[in-house]
């Protein structure tokens, strides 16, 4: 089955720490991966996706595939990263619909 | 602002009451997608239209939904005699092929 487990419903760490929210995912062919994040009463938007494996905002992700992981990591984190963060995974085999985990709240203490 | 748009952004109804959602998907994109959120759940997906068609709807989409898009630009979806348990935010993405997705800002439907 395709599923996405994110374990911690919230990730609560002080500023300028580091910060790993967890995401594993179940999926029977080549997985898509995305990070999206969702700001205090903004939309959905996507933070990364492992294909680019590109930095944004100082997070990265690397695609684990023996562990069937994608955590997000920040070295340092700041005030502002505090939101909801979605792991998703995309289904490549038709429709290319995205399947998402139930999210972290990262708060960022000052 | 050019992205995806949905509305009523809220909307309250008695439990047994019809009500219909629109989402207008950035202009180009011809994939539109619906999706349920409710608290403490990420987005789960109802159902994915390529243009006209809809080519996939989720086990979660009962015969109450009825999601249309008749020109293959906006889309509506329709939940008929509704339950408390319809109470989500339900979630419009759109893209173009082989982009990434993006969302709209919801509509949260409360049932009472």
């Given amino acids: ?19 790993e929210l967890k995401c594993n995912y179940s999926y029977s062919g080549s997985p898509e991966l ?4 969702q ?3 903004q939309r959905l938007q996507l933070l990364l996706r492992h ?6 905002k100082g997070f990265t992700a690397d695609l684990n595939k023996g562990e069937t992981s994608f955590h997000l990591k920040k070295p340092f984190a700041q005030e502002e990263d505090s939101a909801m963060y979605y792991c998703a995974l995309r289904d490549t085999s038709g429709t290319y619909k995205y399947i998402f985990g139930t999210g972290t709240r990262l708060k960022v203490l000052a | 602002d050019t992205g995806v748009s949905q509305n009523p952004r809220h909307k309250i109804t008695k439990r047994g009451q019809n009500v219909t959602f629109r989402c207008d998907p950035i202009s180009e994109h011809n994939r539109l997608y619906w999706y349920r959120q409710t608290l ?5 997906f109802l159902t994915y239209f390529q243009n006209e068609a809809q080519l996939e709807k989720s086990r979660l989409l009962s015969d109450r939904f009825s999601a249309e898009r008749p ?3 906006f889309s509506t979806l329709e939940i008929q005699r509704t339950e408390q348990g319809d109470s989500a935010m339900y979630l419009c993405a759109s893209r173009q092929t082989g982009d990434t997705i993006y969302f709209g800002e919801g509509s949260w439907l409360t049932v009472v």
């Fill in chain 1, 1 to 19: 089955a395709q599923r996405v487990t994110q374990p911690e419903k919230l990730l609560s760490v002080f500023k300028g720490a580091p910060v």
């Fill in chain 1, 34 to 37: 995305f990070w999206y994040v």
């Fill in chain 1, 39 to 41: 700001y205090s009463r």
């Fill in chain 2, 40 to 44: 403490g759940q990420g987005p789960e």
């Fill in chain 2, 71 to 73: 020109k293959g630009s």
């Fill in chain 1, 51 to 56: 294909i680019s494996r590109e930095s944004i």
